[in-house]
């Protein structure tokens, strides 16, 4: 993949967390943190519907893009399966559209139920139709494709404000709407040259067969990984009010400025790796992706903790407590991240269970850590189960890929994410009570990780300058070719 695409994919998490950082303050002030619970909920529900509909034949079509000439035979194949789930599942839930309504938003406005199953939908659809273009390495159209869907989300926030209509989760729920419909509609028109075909497509059912057998295994990881991503909230959401659920909330979207890291590896990175098995590409590169990976999330709980104070400047009072709670928030996104390169060697072996095994693991913990702290701390208790299950994840998932594949050094990985974790958990623990100077730890600690990976550093300071320096001859050869 060149420097332009590698740029071009940074382009849409970077521009969705820029919009990200406004529209969160901006439905923070707009709405009731109740409201911004509610959204939260809608948000896991349609992650949950998607993720069990597609039965993880999404992961199985770009596990098998490379390897397959029939692309559009492998789209049929892998979209329709789960399509046919959802809709059976989506017909036999209408009549409980009331009382579903109620358990998920505590009202039973049957509205918002029909609301969330168009959201489902429209989103598995997209789902789809994005691993297209992330396929294709069609940059610039992936990325606007995830921007769009952020400036929809606050233009319409901007409308209810401006307009001055009612401020109820209502609105907010057709905002949300309103954006995943928006980039349905541009991802149909982006991809229409190659989902149009797949409707003539035939699909082998041995072929199909051999997917499931790699994919059902990634959809119980999946929705593993899911309830572990989720079990924070829905405790908040049973077991404290919708308003610690919000603040909850309102950590985990700013902590999705870390993302942008989560994102944009996971979209270059699968592809690149899956490349590099087919080119019997030498895999010892994988252990230094590791070590700079784990200087850059080292870096990133370090930045955020020194800086999480200028959150109260953007954030409403209620939300004061924000900024201590961003810092264990980032944890997820983080340590994802780095999971996703020291435990590739599961998908390259397609030993899939064993991802299963990992969250599995991460997902006890974080269930039994939430019982434990949720009622008595609320928001607070949630994020820090959260990071100590993502921990357990983590480690988890590395020394399953190191049973399959092939062993790598990781104490230094450990050493480091495990200290960012406890550092973490403190300023939650603490940071109410010790103010400004939760901050000046994590800004002490900025010395230890520029010397301890200084070597990284310097690697990654020469593949920028090397990236920017081919982008620079690439521009330099458009421009000769147009004169």
């Known amino acids: 993949m060149d420097t332009r695409k590698i740029l071009g994919f940074a382009l849409g998490p970077i521009g969705t967390a820029v919009l990200g950082l406004v529209s969160v303050p901006a439905i923070a002030w707009a709405f009731t943190p109740e409201d911004v619970g509610r959204l939260n909920v809608l948000t896991i529900i349609v992650s949950f519907s998607v993720l069990l509909a597609s039965l993880g034949l999404d992961q199985a079509y770009v596990r098998e893009y490379h390897e397959t000439i029939d692309h559009p035979a492998l789209l049929k194949g892998c979209y329709v399966p789960g399509m046919s789930l959802l809709v059976v599942v989506a017909l036999i839930s209408i009549p409980f559209s009331g009382k579903l309504s109620n358990v998920f938003f505590g009202t039973s406005n049957s509205m918002y139920f029909w609301i969330t199953l168009i959201c489902i939908i429209a989103t598995f659809i997209s789902r789809f139709f994005s691993l297209i273009l992330r396929m294709q390495e069609r940059a610039l159209a992936c990325s606007f494709s995830q921007v769009l869907p952020k400036i929809v989300l606050l233009l319409a926030i901007a409308f209810i404000i401006i307009t001055g209509v009612p401020r109820l989760y209502l609105q907010l729920q057709l905002a949300f709407l309103a954006s ?15 989902w149009i075909p797949s409707w003539r497509a035939s699909i082998a059912t041995q072929q199909l067969r051999g997917w499931l057998r790699y994919s059902i295994p990634l959809m119980f990881a999946g929705l593993a990984y899911w309830g572990l991503t989720a079990t924070s909230a829905l405790t908040l959401r049973l077991l404290s009010t919708f308003r610690e659920l919000g603040i909850y909330s309102v950590s985990m979207s700013v902590a999705g400025a870390a993302a942008i890291i989560q994102t944009v590896f996971t979209v270059i990175w699968a592809p690149v790796v899956y490349k590099w098995v087919a080119n019997d590409a030498d895999m010892s590169r994988v252990d230094r992706v590791a070590r700079q990976g784990v200087a850059v999330v080292s870096a990133a709980f370090v930045m955020f903790g020194m ?13 004061v407590e924000v900024k201590y709670l961003v810092v264990c928030s980032i944890a997820q996104p983080l340590l994802y991240t780095l999971s996703e390169v020291t435990a590739v060697g599961v998908s390259i072996m397609r030993r899939t269970m064993l991802s299963l095994w990992s969250t599995l693991a991460a997902l006890l913990a974080n269930l039994g850590l939430n019982l434990m702290l949720v009622p008595r701390f609320g928001a607070s208790g949630a994020v820090v ?15 399953s890929s190191v049973f399959v594949w092939r062993r790598f050094p990781r104490v230094k990985l450990y050493v480091f994410t495990t200290g960012a974790v406890v550092l973490s958990v403190l300023t939650v623990a603490l940071g109410p009570t ?20 200084r070597d990284e550093w310097r690697v990654v300071a020469r593949l920028l300058l090397k990236a920017f320096s081919d982008l620079r001859k690439e521009d330099r050869a458009s421009w000769s070719r147009t004169g």
């Open 385 to 399: 189960a959260n990071a100590i299950a993502f921990l357990i994840f983590f480690v988890g998932c590395t020394e």
């Open 434 to 453: 010790i103010g400004w100077l939760s901050n000046a730890i994590w800004f002490a600690t900025l010395p230890l990780v520029i010397w301890a990976f």
């Open 180 to 194: 995943v419909v928006t980039v349905l509609l541009i991802y149909a028109w982006t991809t229409r040259k190659d």
């Open 307 to 319: 800086f999480s104070w200028l959150l109260d400047y953007v954030l409403p009072s209620q939300y």
